[in-house]
């Protein structure tokens, strides 16, 4: 089987913060945790830029780990 492409990696981690944001998960940036407060594409980007709740400065994705939920 073929490696993913990049692009289809980065489309996967997009949909997965999309997925956290939903269902009120947190996320882990510069080593704290936090929840997703919304995302955007602006015209031209090929990136999406998400904002954290707390933080009026944007982040790109790649800047977020999205911590596994554990099943109690």
Same mark, same amino acid.
Do not use: N
């Given at each position: 089987?073929?490696?993913?492409?990049?692009?289809?990696?980065? !489309?996967?981690?997009?949909?997965?913060?999309?997925?956290? #944001?939903?269902?009120?998960? %947190? +996320?882990?940036?510069?080593?704290?945790?936090?929840?997703?407060?919304?995302?955007?594409?602006? !015209?031209?980007?090929?990136?999406?830029?998400?904002?954290? #709740?707390?933080?009026?400065? %944007? +982040?790109?994705?790649?800047?977020?780990?999205?911590?596994?939920?554990?099943?109690?």
């Amino acid at each position: 089987m073929a490696a993913p492409h990049p692009r289809d990696e980065a !489309d996967m981690h997009d949909m997965r913060i999309h997925r956290a #944001k939903q269902l009120t998960r %947190p +996320v882990l940036h510069s080593g704290v945790k936090k929840f997703i407060a919304g995302f955007c594409w602006h !015209d031209g980007d090929e990136e999406m830029v998400v904002y954290l #709740k707390g933080s009026a400065e %944007p +982040v790109r994705p790649c800047e977020i780990t999205i911590l596994k939920q554990s099943h109690e």
